[in-house]
């Protein structure tokens, strides 16, 4: 039984069990390869496979891009056989990505908190 | 010690960071200035960097309440000495013939005393006044006696 209150994202994919979610490390690898987190927003639409790929960083870091490619498929048309969702703005929500985003922002948000840093914001 | 207020936490990297824009602050830099700091509360390198973040503010709590007990214990150790230094210099300048002042014969008591020990002391001081009531009982009949006797 897990003790926690951090978002993650549990699947089975060709019958391997995986589980995606953000560390102190992936963060700071993600940001090494170029990802700007004070720009969480854009990326979300200009980037979602880089972010994608880094949740598998933590308990996959040797998939291949091919598979994680494969996955993000099959998971954003999981999600988009949802009911669509909508912003404020009245566009469409890709939810997948949204609940990256979020857990991308929750690991921040959380970091954030921790060093009291009020230089750093993350809006979506 | 109340109103004077000492933060005995390391000093968290967010002074200069805050300084800096949104954008220029990275991720990264935080996260290396937080390592040291969690490291100090007990969190391994391990457990930093590749464990749960949610679990950090235990260790937050933790460090938190060792450093109010260890405050607390400083604090329990200078009242000892204070008793101490006390004790010697009131009976260095005591006068002649006082009673010496005694450093306490037991420790000072930290913890909430438990239902018997509270019933033991209740008895005690039961028996102790019937004690006293007897003795005073005795010395009346004595002094009474003896004014009969005359």
Known sequence: ?124 | MEGNEVDLLPELPSEEDSKRTESETPISDMLDKLCPYYMLMGVSYDEFWHGDYTHLKYYEEKYKLEVEKRNQELWLQGLYIYDAVGTVLANAFAKRGSTPKKYPDKPYRITEKSEEEKEAEKKKMVEDFRAQLMAMDRRFSQRHGREQGR
């Open chain 1, 1 to 124: 039984m897990q003790n926690s209150n951090k978002t993650r994202i549990e699947f089975v994919y060709g019958g391997k069990p995986y589980k995606l979610e953000y560390t102190a490390a992936t963060l700071k690898k993600m940001e090494r390869s170029g990802v700007k987190f004070s720009k969480l927003d854009d990326m979300v639409f200009s980037a979602p496979e880089i972010l994608f790929r880094g949740a598998f960083l933590a308990n996959h870091p040797n998939e291949s891009n091919a598979t994680i490619h494969e996955i993000y498929k099959a998971l954003k048309r999981t999600a988009d056989d949802e009911e669509p969702k909508y912003d404020e703005d009245g566009n469409e929500v890709d939810a997948l990505m949204a609940v990256i985003g979020s857990m991308i922002e929750e690991a921040i948000n959380e970091w954030k908190g921790r060093s009291g840093n009020s230089g750093w914001k993350v809006t979506r």
